[in-house]
């Protein structure tokens, strides 16, 4: 081992020389060794099944990097393959490219990219290609990660908010607030005597269960920034119509909920990067709640609302105390750099 | 007690509400608020819509950055142009159009300028930035202010030479009294809520004895609201104005004594300027002449441009309950979150962003 644990990142790592060998050699390839990737060529040669693929990216800049619940790593992973499994393809194959600021621990990389490993097998995914780049001190924040995906349709679907239809249900597959929430109070220092874990998993093995089944889903969305009434009023929007959600059955922790009240803030609004909003045909509803509810990730499935007949693409909420409530989209940002 | 869940119950709601409508008859009963927190809280409940016709809720200048005039975020403004100043502030004021910028618009040219939660994080800052002059810009009522003091008391005992507070702080019975002799007819007021666990509910005592109109100091819960709206139909129904907490688990009669003297030790009261209303005697705070030190307007002078108001901006009469948003020829046109003409839109507790958020597609 050359690299020694409490020594750092530094400008010549991303210099393409030896010590980017080094880089990759002591800490990414041990991590991520694979057929696809050890060759270590300039592109991955990849294989598909099927003719129809989806592809997708996200880039992750989280502060802090160490959140409780997870990490920058694992977020980066999740992230995508959530966004492919919610248009109903599987997720297979993942790029990771980072950009280190000069003077991160090399421990702290280390930990990031093992938690990128854990992830990856937990989906099932495998990482095939990447790349780093270093940049001055001052010029990053620590680490900031790009992840982009491939997935392959193994059924003939197409998830679109013009699919839905009035008496749709929606389905939620665990409480909400999460991942907002252990951020916000990781950063900030609130003095909470409880620690909110962020609810940041790899969704796609619950939701091929769910696509398996044969249930008619209209369409997916996993409720990152923004929130679950992000993700309505998007679909409402496109859809045109109306979405009604009751307050009561909307699932929250009672710690999620504190730590909301006491900062200001609206669970519905607030960050998760574990839960998926599903809209399914009303007759196929029971079904997908008891087939989420056996399965990890969806123990606390729940039906949260209904899409209406009515022509205007807003979401209506009903509170708890028996009046209504327009749900609209948010304005500026609720939480910087939470994902 | 789970106070969320118990007082967001629909049982409960709905007896209080046929209280309301038993108690109200058919007299009309206008009732204010005057806390930012309460407007909020009442849009998002949707109570307007429980309550029967006869009842008419407006919002008041309880909204203490919708209330900061022009001239102070002008000046806020200059202070973050000059070289070797920090600004701090509470993020509500970052997007507030001021006569010609806002800090929001100042940050993206030059990063100087910090939210914080509290003064806690604002005289961190001045420590770690010795060379630096930090400014607080200390807007809000008394729920904040004693916060503000000890911040000063605590830079006066570690000697700390670089912090200073824009002390823009204003206090809330003063407007009530303008009000209560103003153009619109008011049965009530639902009295705010912290600003009360601070001053302490005795503070409204003269609203009823000069004026004849009810006051109830409530909690932010929808029950609270609404047993409030109750407290106040009750006693206008039967000619009895007086002032009573409903809030009782936070507001005493006398309020944080300990929080007031920590306010009066470093704060005078003086005369402020408040947006659509004009200058109020007595209604603001001033840095007393012994922590002149730590005063902002002491310590810097600043030329300042001719202070502008927004053309058709219509938060003055929106502050004083004259009008409502959704009269305003702006709203939601021109003026709107994403592209604010005045603070009651950009405001978390602005009365405008309440109408534009709950209240838009009511029917």
Redesign the interface.
Known sequence: MILKKDSVVTLAHGGGGTLTQQLIEEIFVPAFKNSYLTPLNDSALLGLNSSRIAYTTDSFTVDPVFFPGGDIGYLSVCGTVNDLAVSGAEPRFLSVGMIIEEGLKFSELEKIVKSIKKAADEAGVVIVTGDTKVVEKGKGDKIFINTSGIGEFTKDLTLIPSNIKPGDKIIVNGEIGYHGMAVITAR?SFGFSNVINSDVAPLNRIIKKVVESGARIKVMRDATRGGVATVLNEIAGSAGFTIEIEEERIPVAEIV??AC?LL?FDPLYVANEGIVVLFVDSADAEDVIRIMRKEKYGEKSRVIGTVTDRS?G?VVEH????????L?LL??EMLPRIC | MKYIDEFRKLGPALSIVKSIEKKAGNQQMTFMEVCGTHTMAIARSGIRQMLPENINLISGPGCPVCVTPNSTIDYSIELARRDNVIITTFGDMMRVPGSYSSLAKERAKKSNIKIVTSTIDALEIARQNPHKKVVFIGVGFETTAPTIAASILIAEKENIKNYFVLSAHKVMPPPMDVLSRGDIPLNGYICPGHVSAIIGSKSYDFLPEKYGIACVVAGFEPLDILKSIDMLADQVARSNPSVETEYKRVVTPEGNIHAKAVMNKVFEEDDSEWRGIGVIPKSGLKIRSNYKMFDAEEKFSVDLPPVKEAEGCLCGEVLQGKVIPTDCPLFGSVCNPSEPVGPCMVSTEGTCAAYYKYLRSER
């Open positions: 900030e909920r504190g009240e200001g205007e807003i509170t708890s105390i028996g009046s209504t409530r327009v609209d304005t500026g």
